[in-house]
């Protein structure tokens, strides 16, 4: 069974850092494209930023492009989302997703058609 754990979501004031994780078991995880997806009250779900854990190639939206920074440890089964420069728009929850499909592609195609979801974390950003 494929599991994706979030963590690291909490309150922080405009202008700061969090650091997101997602742990993923039950899967090949050198051979995914897994990334962050995050939907605010009332609005559409997002792709934010995703990585193929094979090729390390990322793909990141424009409304974080330059503030948000993806990575992996695949020693660790685990890929991060370092946020920073946060601002209020970007209260969401946060979930990670797994795609194998997308492994050698997510760099051209972004966030797509993922396979597999987390639960989620809580991002709020207080202005």
């Known amino acids: 069974e494929v599991q994706l754990v979030e963590s690291g979501g909490g309150l922080v004031q405009a202008g700061g850092s969090l650091r997101l994780s997602c742990a993923a078991s039950g899967l090949t995880f050198d051979d995914y494209a897994i990334g962050w997806f995050r939907q605010a009250p009332g609005k559409e779900r997002e792709g934010v930023s995703c990585i193929s854990t094979s090729e390390g190639s990322t793909y990141y939206s424009d409304s974080v492009e330059g503030r948000f920074t993806i990575s992996s440890d695949n020693a660790k089964n685990t890929v991060y989302l370092q946020m920073n420069s946060l601002k209020p728009e970007d209260t969401a929850v946060y979930y990670c997703?797994?795609?194998?499909?997308?492994?050698?592609?997510?760099?051209?195609?972004?966030?797509?058609?993922?396979?597999?979801w987390g639960k989620g974390t809580l991002v709020t950003v207080s202005a």
């Open positions: 997703a797994a795609a194998h499909w997308l492994s050698h592609v997510v760099h051209i195609l972004g966030c797509y058609g993922m396979d597999y």
